[in-house]
Nanobody
């Protein structure tokens, strides 16, 4: 069964850190671009960060500003989003998604990604 499962969300104070995980099963992440999106109620999914197959390139949203780091572990078939210096505006549900091919990160529509997780909630208190 093909599945992406996010974990690692929670409640953290402003300035704190969280590491989100995205565990894949039923397929290998090796040939896929891996993206993290976030969504707040009433708004569309917003791209956060994306890493291309082979880790050749990382694309980050402007608001990341060096605070977040995306990575993958092909042995564990898992992707990560390390989030530091969190701000209340980072409060959202965070989703991982994958899209095959070197141009996968250039798709901005969450629903155009091949596989999508169910999300993990991040709450940053001020």
């Amino acid at each position: 069964q093909v599945q992406l499962v996010e974990s690692g969300g929670g409640l953290v104070q402003a300035g704190g850190s969280l590491r989100l995980s995205c565990a894949a099963s039923g397929f290998s992440l090796d040939d896929y671009a891996i993206a993290w999106f976030r969504q707040v109620p009433g708004k569309e999914h917003e791209g956060v960060s994306c890493i291309t197959p082979g880790n050749r390139r990382v694309l980050n949203a402007d608001f990341v500003k060096g605070r977040f780091t995306i990575a993958r572990d092909n042995v564990k078939n898992t992707a990560y989003l390390q989030m530091n210096n969190l701000k209340p505006d980072d409060t959202a549900a965070y989703y991982c998604a994958t899209r095959k091919g070197p141009d996968g990160c250039y798709e901005h529509d969450f629903y155009e990604y091949t596989y999508r997780g169910q999300g993990t909630q991040v709450i940053v208190s001020s």
